[in-house]
């Protein structure tokens, strides 16, 4: 390197970066929004979410987006029918426990230092969601 060449240290804050982070959700709670704070507005956020106990088969994977292709899933529906996916094109988080219980979740506004996410309950879904992601900047 020789004087005036940028470095890392001094382009930190304008080269992307992500978080890696874990957040839970109880399903048995009520539709609503969650705020998840991780320093930065994301451009994208990748997901995989899992439930625990009894419905440790439920999974989803899904990408939200700030510019462009919005929010995209796909669920495992094993527990309605055995070895069976589902798409859907409109929503980031996406898991179902039986043909009744859903709780869903899509990204409804990228602030300042993180996102939100607005939760969607249908049925009378039971356990914890465990939502693994990785925010990009």
């Not at 970066?17 to 994301?42: H, K, M, N, W, Y």
């Not at 979410?49 to 495992?76: H, L, N, P, Y």
């Not at 898991?95 to 996102?115: E, K, L, P, V």
Request: hydrophobic content about 40%; charged content about 15%.
């Amino acid at each position: 390197m020789k004087q005036g060449d940028v470095t890392t240290q001094d382009e930190a804050r304008i080269l992307p970066g992500a978080v890696i982070a874990v957040i839970t959700r109880d399903t048995t709670l009520a539709s609503g929004p969650q705020g998840v704070v991780i320093g930065f507005t994301p451009s994208s956020i990748h997901f995989l979410c899992t439930m625990d106990g009894v419905f440790q088969e439920a999974g989803s994977w899904g990408f939200a987006c700030r510019e462009g292709s919005g929010d995209k899933s796909i669920r495992s529906n094993h527990l309605e029918v055995a070895n069976q996916f589902q798409k859907n094109g409109t929503i980031a988080i996406n898991m179902a426990q039986s043909a009744a219980n859903f709780y869903f979740g899509d990204i409804s506004s990228y602030n300042d230092d993180g996102f939100t996410i607005n939760w969607v309950k249908v049925g009378s879904p039971t356990g914890i969601l465990g939502v693994q992601f990785m925010a990009v900047k």
